[in-house]
């Protein structure tokens, strides 16, 4: 086998992979039992991000310092109790997150590293996984058995980041919002690494 057969057979294997990964849960599931919607306050100099129902009634909010090297955030919900404290290693090469629980369980989130057209994030004490497409941004959230947890998607022409979050295991609904919104900040810290690195 040549190197253009090499070059052509990684290509199509690329090509597949990125199928894969950019399928969506709605296609291979059916629809969510319920959505909630994330959106970032552009005028709180803190970024905050509201999660909001499908009828636009504020369900969880969060509180971050402006100025932290570990990227802590609380996320409250809308009787202003903490349901999650987040915080990122900083320099971690697979980009590792914690997440703590108001009832003390802990989370952390791993990057594993070299895929080139997915991205998949590890909840290791959950065994559950995010897999994503950072070109659709699109990203499914599956359990342990390969079930659907969630689906998240970015709305493309919003001014406020604005993610919609497909609900499949709604028992778990405190724990994916507190994953989908450590998965926010890691894309919002890959574009401004991206930009600074651009300049």
């Known amino acids: ?12 294997q690329l090509n597949q992979a990125a199928n894969d990964i950019s399928k969506t849960t709605i ?9 909630l919607y994330t959106a970032r306050d552009l005028t709180d100099i803190h970024w905050r991000i509201n999660v909001t129902d499908e009828q636009e009634q504020l369900k969880y909010y969060t509180k971050s310092s402006f100025f932290q090297l570990k990227g802590e955030t609380d996320i409250m919900d809308a009787e202003d109790r903490v349901i999650a404290h987040l915080e990122k290693k900083p320099f971690s090469l697979h980009e590792i997150h914690y997440v703590q629980m108001a009832n003390g369980q802990e989370i952390t989130l791993s990057n594993e590293l070299f895929h080139i057209v997915d991205d998949i994030t590890n909840i290791e004490e959950l065994g559950w996984q995010m897999r994503g497409n950072f070109i659709s941004l699109h990203f499914n959230l599956v359990d342990q058995n390969e079930q659907p947890l969630a689906t998240v998607s970015r709305k493309m022409v919003s001014l406020h980041d604005k993610y919609c979050i497909g609900i499949y ?10 994953i989908v919104i450590q998965l926010e900040k890691m894309l ?6 991206q930009s600074s690195s651009d300049d």
């Open 1 to 12: 086998m040549g190197l253009f057969d090499k070059l052509a057979e990684l290509g199509e």
């Open 27 to 35: 296609t291979d599931y059916g629809e969510p039992v319920y959505s």
């Open 169 to 178: 295991q709604p028992q778990y609904e405190d724990v994916i919002v507190a």
């Open 188 to 193: 919002e810290d890959r574009r401004q690494n």
